[in-house]
């Protein structure tokens, strides 16, 4: 059955440093999601991506943050100079149609 | 400002009890609700409901939406210690794609 991958599954990472998280959604998806849990919290959007283009964004998706589709299977999201406060754990997500949305493993993300 | 409030926050059962989780919502301009079940990592999809009282099943699963009342609640039955997991509801707003989730229930089924 496809699935949504993601890597690293961990990734550790300097306060001020860029990461970049990785994503395969399904092939044959075409709207793409970013959404975020900090531990022990609800899971967050962070924002939605169609058509190559950013179709909505949470107040949370702020400059420091970036989406990009390089190629036609890949979807990373990019925080340009981590905080403390963006340890989280990291889930993309893909749908056919915006309806039944699929996620990833998730990337966890600590900030030290 | 979208609101999801699940209850209970937690449940302890034993195997073979039925549960009943519950979910309130209000959301802008309301298109459909999803619920999920995260155990370690990843929400997996269980369903997608858009419609009131028509009733979604899968195995020992079923959901069920009021769309009048603002809730929609999700019943196992014959639980499984396998069932344990978080169980998240997620209303998606009319305004975009994104869902908002609320804080899951933490269902922990006894052997």
């Known amino acids: 059955e496809p699935e949504v991958t993601q890597t690293p599954s961990h990734q550790v990472t300097q306060m001020g440093q860029e990461v970049i998280l990785r994503c395969v959604p399904i092939?044959?998806?075409?709207?793409f999601y970013w959404y975020r849990q900090i531990l022990g919290q609800k899971v967050e959007f962070l924002v939605s991506?169609?058509?190559?283009?950013?179709?909505?964004k949470s107040e949370i998706f702020d400059d420091q943050f970036s989406v990009e589709r390089p190629d036609g299977s890949n979807f990373t999201l990019k925080i340009r100079s981590t905080k403390l406060e963006d340890s989280a754990m990291y889930f993309c997500?893909?749908?056919?149609?915006?309806?039944?949305?699929?996620f990833g493993p998730g990337t966890r993300l600590t900030v030290l | 400002e979208d609101k999801v409030v699940q209850s209970p926050l937690s449940l302890v059962v034993h195997e073979g009890d039925t549960v009943t989780l519950n979910c309130s919502y209000e959301?802008?301009?309301?298109?459909?609700l999803l619920w999920y079940k995260q155990e370690k990592k990843a929400p997996t999809f269980l369903f997608m409901l858009?419609?009131?009282?028509i009733e979604k099943k899968s195995g020992r699963l079923s959901s069920i939406l009021d769309k009048k009342e603002l809730f929609s609640i999700l019943n196992i039955t014959a639980t499984q210690t396998g069932d344990s997991a978080v169980y998240l509801c997620?209303?998606?707003?009319?305004?975009?794609?994104?869902?908002?989730f609320g804080a899951g229930t933490i269902l922990r089924v006894k052997s």
């Open positions: 997500a893909s749908s056919e149609t915006p309806n039944e949305q699929f």
């Open positions: 092939s044959n998806h075409l709207y």
């Open positions: 991506f169609y058509n190559n283009e950013i179709s909505e």
């Open positions: 959301v802008t301009n309301f298109r459909s």
């Open positions: 858009t419609s009131s009282g």
């Open positions: 997620a209303p998606r707003p009319g305004y975009g794609n994104k869902l908002v």
